[in-house]
């Protein structure tokens, strides 16, 4: 099992959220081959899938320690896009600030293709309570 750190309960629900999500997309890939349309979440839809207690416009800082996280040494590179399937209600991804390492809006798809092919069965995010 190899589990993620973050500092606190509401980044560990938020990437465990994305991960279910995630592993969705993958069983329609297999059972119908490619991926639905609505093939991303909404910040609102994941803190409700969740129980996260954060409001969608704080969720920002949450979803930094989940990049964090999946940026660390020994993660696979596959991860790394994983938080670029929550998107805003009009279905944008904001890349600004300093938490989206090597991921731009040129790349993103790359990055989404890979997290497509990484095997989630045996990834969690767990809080190790150092953080608000």
Request: hydrophobic fraction near 35%; aromatic fraction near 8%.
């Amino acid at each position: 099992m190899m589990k993620l750190p973050v500092p606190t309960q509401n980044a560990m629900r938020l990437g465990n959220g994305l991960i279910d999500h995630v592993r969705k997309l993958q069983d329609y890939q297999k059972t119908k081959g490619g991926v639905p349309r609505d093939r991303y979440t909404t910040y609102t839809k994941l803190i409700e899938d969740t129980g996260a207690t954060v409001i969608p416009l704080g969720i920002g800082h949450q979803l930094d320690h989940v990049m964090d996280a999946i940026h660390a040494a020994g993660v696979p590179e596959k991860m790394r896009g994983l938080t670029l399937f929550v998107t805003d209600a009009s279905g944008v991804v904001n890349y600004s600030g300093d938490h989206w390492y090597d991921i731009t809006a040129q790349n993103s798809m790359q990055f989404r293709k890979a997290v497509l092919e990484q095997d989630w069965k045996d990834v969690t995010f767990i809080s190790t309570g150092a953080g608000s």
